[in-house]
Structure formats: C-alpha cells, structure tokens
C-alpha cells in the first residue's frame, strides 16, 4: 500500500529499462487494450506485449495455460490472466546481484505506481508464485531469493521503516519522496523512502521466507547471506515495541520509534507528537501504521500479531538448521511467537456487542478496543489464510460474521459488490481484496461464486482489480495499477483449482446485462 498524502507521485521510468517503444504501465493500464473477452464484462486484455514484460517464467505461463483450460467462464478467464502475472510482467524494475558478493542475488519490486519497494507489498506480490515454484533451480526461485536477500538488507539497515529505495546496484537514483516528516530512529534518505512502522512487514518477510523453504526445502540459501541478522534485527525491534507506556514505577518510558509528518490526513501521522497512543503490556508487538499505511487508533493491531506469530513459529524450522546460527535464535523465535499467541488470547479476544466473543481489530491493553476489520491484509478476515487458526474456529466465525455485515463500521454494502472498505480511502468505497479474502476463507460454494461474482463485476472492463470500488458506482474507483490486490485474485484461483476445482466450471455471467 501506499500513503497517497505527502508523497509526490512520479510517472514510472520502466521505458528507460525495457526499450523506448514499450508504454509506462501506468499509462498502459488506464487504457482498455483490446482484445476484449467475449462475455457480458467485455474485459480489456491488460498484459504488456512480451518484450514489455519485466520477468518471463514458463512455470507461471504454464500455469496459466493449463488453469484457462480449466475455467469455463471466458470473463474469469481473462481476469486470471490478466492478474496472475501482473506482479512479474510489470513490478520487477530490476534484478542484480550484490556489489560485495556475486552469490547473493537482488530483487526490486516495486509496489506498481511508485518506484520503491514496500517490504509488505513485495512479500504478497511475490507470495502467488509459490503455487508453481518446485525446486530452486528455476529463475522464479532466484526471483524469489533476491526478494528475500533486498528485504533482510533493509530489514538490517531500518527495521522501523516500511519502503525503500533501490539498491545502489541497480544504478537507479532514490526516489524523491515530498513528504516533511520528523522520524526516530533517523534514517538514510539514500535507503528508506517512507518509514511507518507496520508490524506486518516482518511479517512479510518471514511468510515469504517460510514459502520459499516450504516450496523448495532449501535451507541451505539461509544460512549463506544475511537471513539471520535480519531475523535478529527483527526480534530486537519487536521487543522495543513490546514495551509499555509507563514503567513498573509510572515513570513515562519513550517509545524506540516516533514518527510526525506535515499532512492534511489524520491517520498520516501519529498523535502525541509522534509517540502514539499509550500502551500496556501485552505481549503483543505496537504496529502503529496499519497495512493500509494509516495510523491505528489502539497500537495492538491483533491481525499484525497473528501474521508475527505464525510465521516466527513456522520459520524457527528454518532457524534450526543453520551452521551458523547465533546462539539459542530458533528458541527465541518460537517464545516470542508463542507469548503473541499468549496476548491476543488475553487481550485481542473481546465481547462485542451482541455479547458473543470476537477478535477486536486493534487493543491498547488497558481495555480500549477497536471493533472493525479492515480490507487490507493482514486483516481479521484473513487469520485462517495467515495459517493463525483454523476456519472452524469459534471465535473467527464470530468474528466473521461481525466483519461481513453491519456491525462492522467498514463494511461496504451495495448493488454491486459487498465487502469491507479501509478508512485508507473512504467510507461506501468497497475493497476487492476482501471479496477475494473472502473466498479464500469460504468452504461455502455459493459464499465463494457470490464473492467471485462481485470481483468481477468490479474492474469497470479494464480487467485489473482496483484498490476500491464505490459499490453503488462500479465506474468510481481508485488506483488502475495495484499488483498485490492482482497477484492475490490470481492466488485466488489457483487456490479454487486446487481445492474447488468444480467451482471454476461455473458461470459467472450476470443474469441481465448490467449498465455498459
Ligand atoms: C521476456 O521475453 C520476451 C520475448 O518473449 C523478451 O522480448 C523480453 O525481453 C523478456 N523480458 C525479460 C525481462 O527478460
Ligand atoms: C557485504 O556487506 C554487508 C553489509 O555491509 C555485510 O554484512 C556482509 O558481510 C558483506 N558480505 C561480504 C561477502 O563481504
Ligand atoms: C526443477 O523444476 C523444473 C521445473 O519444474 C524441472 O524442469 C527440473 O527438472 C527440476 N529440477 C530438479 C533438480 O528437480
Ligand atoms: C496492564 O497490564 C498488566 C500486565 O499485563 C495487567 O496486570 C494490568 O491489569 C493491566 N492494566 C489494565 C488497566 O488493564
Ligand atoms: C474444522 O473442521 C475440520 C473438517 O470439517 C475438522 O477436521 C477439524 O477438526 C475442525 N477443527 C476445529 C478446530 O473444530
């Protein structure tokens, strides 16, 4: 995600690197290209021409090859393959390999229509391909470790910030970032682009991490670059933010990370000068910028903390079989992640309204809680995919259900499509990635085919999904180049051929011919 305030937006350079005849995607994709699918949506056909595209793997063309076959539905055709490789045929602005050591391969992704890398975005942008990575050797897996080595160096050198600049080896100049901010820690402008502390990026991190090891079982590339000193800057910087308010005597501590910025927005800078909210302990980590790049309203985001824990536990396996590995890392990882699982249980699990138990959004642990979910992922909708907890579980499908409807001050009704929103653009502005999570989440066909339905409904015929879409108004929407959201509905129907694969031989057409 990205903070529309104070950020200058800049047209992308990718005709510089890919020969001047190729158009900036961000222009490509405000145009409906043609060939149009054949179905009531009429879906532009939105890959860039193949001398355009930024990365080329035959794992992910085959895929896409086989699953079209499988689709019988020529609408959801298109906008699978339209979005599946959308990610590699338009964010890898560069790939390279490290000035001190050839070995250690380098990835920039970029988030789409900025020329940073959000350790978030490019964990989740990268995160569908697993579906095809078999082994190590193709040039899909070194994508992936290349993602992973840029992640560990940033997560080294600035682990409180959230987007960076490219790598020195790419040659590419930093990005002009507009924004007036007052941060601590102090970081390089030469590395860090934006620097809002979200906890779900070391989330990202290691989830990406943990899918690589489980795609491919090669541990050994761990053990070899700077995994493990990213991992501990990590766990240290997780521990700063552990830290309560007040000390054992009331004595007011200062948070390790503090952040102010010149903005029209209110959920662009944090209150108290910077210093956020007060906290108690919990167990739980402060995530005081959302996935959504906005400020929480109580620092313990409960999704944030899920992601945390389930994946420092499913990459302490990988901890455990480094040569090197400083001292009693593995054990560190796994106590961490179990004292999280301990304060969401405590703190994170509230009644709500109607008296039944629910996950809240985000807690202080003196009580405050916040009753909401937000489209953006990690999100409560999302524990079950997060591999937090089961579907089945008592509380998730409490909460699910105050998520998908009324009570839950973002969610987004209408003729069009039904989904939780995020205060990141506006009330009535109904988020596709959560009809997509939502499905992701459903053993219920007809819960699924609904969601499917209205996500494709959504794309306004540019066959791309948008950040938001007004559910009254599918022709009001924002953001025309948004990878992750496109990478996530192609994990999407992976996930369906896998595991529903009878679904994908449904009909998704409209009962009536909706509005042109
Ligand atoms: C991808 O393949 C096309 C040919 O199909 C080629 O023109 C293009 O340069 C390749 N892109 C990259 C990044 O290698
Ligand atoms: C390369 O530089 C990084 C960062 O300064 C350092 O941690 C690493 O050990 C170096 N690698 C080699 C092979 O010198
Ligand atoms: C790795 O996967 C590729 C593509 O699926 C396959 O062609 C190759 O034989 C595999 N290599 C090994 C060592 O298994
Ligand atoms: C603050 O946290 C401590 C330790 O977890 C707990 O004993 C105390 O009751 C909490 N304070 C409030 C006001 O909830
Ligand atoms: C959830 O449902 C599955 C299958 O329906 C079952 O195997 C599993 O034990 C259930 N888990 C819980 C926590 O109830």
Redesign the pocket.
């Known amino acids: 995600m990205w903070s529309s305030n104070a950020i200058v937006l800049a047209p992308l350079l990718i005709g510089r690197v890919l020969g001047q005849s190729c158009p900036g995607y961000s222009s490509y994709s405000q145009v409906r290209n043609p060939p149009l699918s054949t179905g009531a949506y009429k879906l532009a056909y939105q890959r860039p021409a193949p001398e355009c595209r930024t990365f080329n793997s035959s794992l992910v063309e085959d895929a896409i090859a086989q699953v079209k076959e499988d689709i019988y539905d020529v609408d959801l055709s298109r906008l699978f393959e339209n979005t599946f490789p959308n990610t590699l045929d338009t964010a890898i602005k560069w790939r390279g390999v490290a000035a001190n050591n050839t070995e250690e391969e380098l990835a920039f992704v970029i988030t789409g229509d900025i020329n940073a890398m959000w350790i978030r975005d490019s964990a989740n942008q990268i995160a569908p391909y697993k579906a095809v990575l078999k082994n190590q050797t193709s040039e899909l897996a070194s994508l992936f470790r290349g993602v992973i080595n840029l992640q560990a160096r940033y997560l080294i050198l600035s682990p409180y910030c959230n987007a960076f600049q490219p790598p020195p080896e790419s040659g590419m100049p930093p990005e002009q970032n507009g924004g007036v901010y007052a941060v601590t820690p102090a970081y390089d402008h030469n590395v860090v682009f934006t620097c809002n502390f979200e906890l779900d990026d070391f989330g990202g991190f290691l989830q990406l991490s943990h899918d690589y090891y489980a795609a491919t079982g090669d541990a050994g590339f761990f053990g070899r670059f700077q995994w493990a000193a990213a991992v501990q800057s990590v766990l240290a910087a997780t521990e700063a933010m552990r830290q ?1 308010t007040y000390g054992p005597d009331g004595r007011w501590l200062r948070p390790a990370y503090t952040f102010q910025s010149q903005t029209m927005s209110a959920s662009g800078t944090l209150a108290n000068n910077g210093v956020g909210m007060p906290v ?4 739980m980590a402060r995530s005081p910028f959302r996935p959504s790049d906005d400020s929480a309203l109580f620092d313990f985001s409960v999704p944030a903390n899920m992601m945390l824990s389930r994946y420092l536990d499913s990459t302490a396996a990988i901890a455990d079989q480094l040569p090197n590995a400083p001292e009693g890392l593995a054990a560190q990882m796994r106590d961490v992640a179990a004292e999280i699982r301990e304060g969401i249980a ?1 703190w994170g699990v509230v009644e709500a309204p109607d008296g039944r138990r629910v996950f809240a959004y985000e807690v202080d ?3 405050g809680r916040n009753l909401m979910d937000d489209a953006n992922i990690p999100s409560l909708l999302s524990a079950p995919f997060l591999g937090y907890l089961d579907k089945n579980d008592t509380v998730y499908q409490n909460t699910r259900e105050f998520i998908l409807g009324r009570s839950n001050p973002w969610w987004c009704e209408g003729p069009y499509i039904n989904a939780v929103g995020s205060p990141h653009v506006r009330p009535g502005a109904a988020w596709p990635m959560s009809a997509i999570m939502r499905a992701m989440t459903s053993d219920d066909d007809m819960e699924i085919i609904t969601a499917v339905k209205e996500v494709l409904r959504s794309t306004d015929g540019y066959g791309l999904i948008h950040e938001s879409v007004n559910s009254f108004d599918t022709s009001d929407w924002t953001r025309q180049w948004f990878t992750w959201a496109n990478g996530l509905f192609g994990q999407m129907i992976m996930d369906l051929a896998d595991r529903k694969p009878h679904l994908l031989k449904e009909s998704f057409q409209p009962f009536f011919i909706e509005k042109d």
Do not use: I, L
């Open positions: 309560p108690n302990y919990t167990g405590e642990g003196f009580g």
